[in-house]
């Protein structure tokens, strides 16, 4: 259960950080996040959904996978799951956190 709570606190705190801090603006002004058209990295380095989907793989891969439980014998199965695992749990956050702050 821990590690389960440390794979998406881990997940949201990487992807608040380079979605809105301000380490990462120039990254984010390089990539084109705010431009009229970006490109595939300003639209995923701007995006609380897409990011965590990454991030939720290279935790899986380097970390722990929390599908890694279940009886599935696929294990890139596991790595994708995990993804959609921590952005949706990062988006659910981040939706919380945004209404909290309105």
């Known amino acids: ?3 389960l709570l440390v794979f998406l606190l881990v997940a949201y705190g990487a992807t608040n950080i ?3 801090g ?3 603006q120039p990254f984010r002004d390089l ?3 705010d431009s009229n058209n970006p490109n595939f990295f300003g639209k995923l380095f701007g995006c609380m959904m897409c990011l965590p989907f990454w991030w939720g ?3 899986s891969l380097f970390m722990y996978s929390p ?3 279940l009886p599935i014998s696929f ?4 790595v994708f799951l995990d993804g959609c695992l921590a952005s949706g749990a990062v988006w659910i956050l981040h939706t919380i956190q945004e209404k909290l702050e309105s």
């Open 1 to 3: 259960m821990i590690d």
């Open 18 to 20: 380079m979605v809105f």
């Open 22 to 24: 301000t380490i990462f």
């Open 31 to 33: 990539v084109g996040v």
């Open 57 to 59: 793989v290279l935790l």
């Open 67 to 69: 599908t890694g439980q």
């Open 75 to 78: 294990e890139y199965l596991n």
